[in-house]
């Protein structure tokens, strides 16, 4: 199930408050400077931050590429795809609370 563009225009990451990445093939919200995944259960977005999952690296990097990929991804707050796999911070430049 795909989220309705008007929710993707609000929503943020609950830790950063920063753009995701939606994946709808996934069925995931993803903050890839903070690696970390948050599920869309039946068209629901979870976005509690205990609720978010760690992603490797490997799926990281999997993840980007299908997000370069035209229509595989969205970027939520108005913000382009684009320019949010642009901005990506390197891990050791953004903590996670322990």
Known sequence: MSLDPLLLDLLAC?????????LPADGILYNPRLR???RVDRGIPVLL??????VTSERHAELLARARVAGQAAATLRVPVGDLLASEDPPEATAWPA
């Open 14 to 22: 609950p830790v950063d408050k920063r753009a995701l990445l939606y």
């Open 36 to 38: 970390r995944g948050y």
């Open 49 to 54: 931050p205990d609720q978010g999952e760690a």
